[in-house]
């Protein structure tokens, strides 16, 4: 499949289908990373996973799985014609109060000077158990 198709007008970057990436579950969406959508960039919520492989990364370690998320987020939003510092808003996922400070000191250094609109939710559980922090973004392409 094309790392980009358009579906009801708008370009969806890197599509893919759940079956491939969570193949113990019994599903079969069909899901993109990024929507384009006029000069707005929406993101899939990123996890610590390696985009190409589907390989999770740093497991047990929050501060590692926030690196690669804003890895993913800088490399998506790159792939669209932006960048980190044209983000507007975030939501970030922790499954653990405990995370939240090291996951977000990752975040603010990463996007320093930015100012976005953040969002913090701490949330039983993500879609895969080794999963710690989880975050969405949305932003412009100047």
Known sequence: MSDRITAGGHVRVRPFNTADTYPEQKLGNDLCQAVI??????LR???AQDLDSRESVATGDPAGQAEKVMDNI??????????LGHITTCHVYVTDIRYREAVYQVLGRRMQGVFPVFTGLVVPALARPEWVVEVTATAVIP
């Open 74 to 83: 800088e490399l998506l939003l790159g792939e669209c014609g932006s960048e």
């Open 37 to 42: 959508a006029g000069n707005t960039v929406y």
């Open 45 to 47: 919520g990123q996890v």
